[in-house]
């Protein structure tokens, strides 16, 4: 498709739209879900208008001109794109520039939020801005080492030093005659969307939990600090463990995080007096299943406790705000899905689970554990199946009278296919058009908002108003909750 001539129309983005004008386009090509829009050009100096897109098809591009792809069979300078990800195009002076909206895979997997141009590099309340120093094309497949330094970067801006360390240490592994050193050197992908360096990052924590290689305890321990020390001792371990730190690097990581439930359990004790208070929780995207076994957790939410006091699993994160409210609850069934679900109650694949999680983050490592212990007492309920499919099973099926139908997910949305999205979401309402009060249907979701950055606690139910009620904002894996449902 070929448009030339100035543009004042609206291009969307999910439910959001961004107007474009006064910007020039002399090709604009419609390609999967997206349009790549070649050579913008703007009168006004000053304009700064975005254009978002989301795209799960393109590998790599680069705004300079200078910089060709082969993308399926297109030649294109593309100004802006990104797979899996979300991009603002700023149309400046007769030149384009790109910087990144979002890339959760920064985080430790699926968690955390990276900006540019103003936005902070972190989780908390925006410190610091690394535009200038990492600003243009860090994803792109030839970039590895800038990768690695932006993931390292990131994890020293969110309390994790020794994680920095152990990422940064892969630079000096690309120059090594290691399999892993060249296969990272290779990557046939975008170092941070696939989470690369965080991969191998799990590989040298599973060495040390397992007990395999000694010469990693003095950087874990923070004895040793200086970054050439370590890359020395990353290099040496690595010749030393290559076939077994190599398969590492073939997936992204996959945790879980027992903290998030704290926005879940919140949720539903706000959502009883609409609906009831006996619930069934059906999660999608339930990973390992640790929040699939929240009915086994005991809460204190800002003084309001909920769940088995007895329990081993103590979630109490930092509350702010007024308290939530305090009726009694009962979840009478819970289950999830998952395209991989990870089995808990397995030795190996509880420690795989484990070794993702930053050493750093003592209360999550003992929250892992707790939920480690639970999983081998009673396996949660998870099945192998795609969200859709699932979730329209899951509607179709009985629905005792009395007991709210809730369908709820963490950091997972952005990672279903937009077409699979429309139709859960359609499903869903669907079903909600059509449920009463004695078999009342909610939807919960702890996910990131686009906009701002944070992870919001909403909840739509039925039957009741035709709108999502935000009601809290949440640390990453659980740190903090702030409690918002009076303004909602």
């Given amino acids: 498709m070929t448009a030339i001539g100035r543009i004042g129309r609206t291009f969307g983005h999910g439910d959001r739209y961004t107007a474009t004008p006064d910007a020039e386009i002399n090709r604009c090509i419609k390609f999967g879900i997206i349009e790549l829009i070649n050579n913008i050009r703007s009168d006004n100096p000053d304009m700064g208008r975005t254009v978002g897109y989301e795209c799960r098809h393109i590998k790599s591009a680069h705004a300079n001109d200078a910089h060709m792809r082969v993308i399926r069979g297109e030649q294109q300078r593309a100004a802006?794109?990104?797979?899996?990800?979300?991009f603002r195009l700023y149309t400046r002076t007769l030149h384009q520039r790109q910087c990144f909206v979002q890339n959760p895979s920064l985080g430790d997997c699926k968690d955390d939020t990276f900006g540019h141009n103003g936005r902070a590099l972190g989780a908390e309340g925006g410190k610091g801005n690394m535009a200038d120093t990492f600003g243009i094309g860090v994803m792109d497949d030839q970039r590895v080492a800038q990768g690695i330094?932006?993931?390292?970067?990131?994890?020293?801006?969110?309390?994790?030093?020794?994680?920095?360390?152990?990422?940064?240490?892969?630079?000096?592994?690309?120059a090594s005659d290691t399999m892993c050193g060249k296969r990272i050197v290779e990557w046939p992908g975008l170092?941070?969307?696939?989470?690369?360096?965080?991969?191998?990052?799990?590989?040298?924590?599973?060495?040390?939990?397992?007990?395999?290689?000694?010469?990693?305890?003095?950087?874990?321990?923070?004895?040793?600090?200086d970054q050439s020390d370590v890359d020395a001792i990353v290099v040496a371990v690595t010749t030393d463990h290559d076939q077994r730190l190599l398969p590492w690097l073939d997936g992204p990581p996959q945790t879980n995080e027992a903290g998030r439930?704290?926005?879940?359990?919140?949720?539903?004790?706000?959502?009883?007096?609409?609906?009831?208070?006996?619930?069934?929780?059906?999660?999608?995207?339930?990973?390992a299943g640790i929040n699939t076994m929240m009915e086994r957790y005991h809460y204190n939410l800002g003084g309001v406790e909920a769940g088995p006091a007895a329990s081993p699993m103590r979630i109490k994160p930092e509350w702010r705000g007024p308290p939530p409210p305090?009726?009694?609850?009962?979840?009478?069934?819970?289950?999830?899905?998952?395209?991989?679900?990870?089995?808990?109650?397995?030795?190996?694949?509880?420690?795989?689970?484990?070794?993702?999680?930053?050493?750093?983050?003592?209360?999550?490592?003992?929250r892992m554990d707790a939920a480690i212990s639970l999983a081998m007492q009673k396996r949660p309920e998870l099945v192998k199946a795609d969200a859709l499919d699932w979730v329209l099973e899951r509607l179709s099926s009985p629905q005792p009278a009395g007991i709210t139908r809730v369908f709820n997910h963490s950091i997972v949305w952005q990672y279903i296919p937009a077409d699979r999205r429309d139709?859960?979401?359609a499903a869903i309402e669907a079903h909600g058009r059509n449920a009463t009060a004695e078999r009342p249907l909610a939807w919960m979701m702890l996910e990131t908002n686009r906009e701002t950055f944070r992870h919001e606690l909403q909840i739509r139910y039925w039957p009741g108003p035709a709108q999502w009620h935000l009601l809290a904002e949440a640390q990453a894996h659980g740190a903090w909750v702030e409690w918002r449902a009076a303004q909602s």
């Fill in 149 to 174: 330094k932006v993931q390292a970067e990131h994890c020293r801006r969110n309390g994790a030093p020794v994680t920095a360390r152990i990422v940064e240490a892969q630079l000096a592994l690309m």
């Fill in 326 to 366: 305090s009726p009694k609850i009962e979840i009478v069934h819970i289950s999830g899905c998952d395209q991989s679900p990870v089995d808990l109650s397995d030795p190996e694949s509880a420690l795989r689970v484990k070794s993702y999680v930053w050493p750093e983050n003592s209360e999550r490592l003992e």
């Fill in 423 to 425: 139709a859960i979401t």
């Fill in 261 to 287: 439930s704290a926005s879940f359990m919140a949720g539903l004790l706000w959502l009883a007096d609409k609906t009831g208070p006996r619930f069934e929780l059906n999660e999608i995207g339930a990973s």
């Fill in 191 to 225: 170092p941070l969307e696939d989470a690369m360096p965080l991969r191998l990052a799990g590989g040298f924590h599973n060495l040390l939990l397992t007990g395999a290689e000694s010469r990693l305890l003095p950087v874990y321990n923070g004895h040793i600090t």
């Fill in 80 to 86: 802006a794109f990104v797979k899996k990800g979300r």
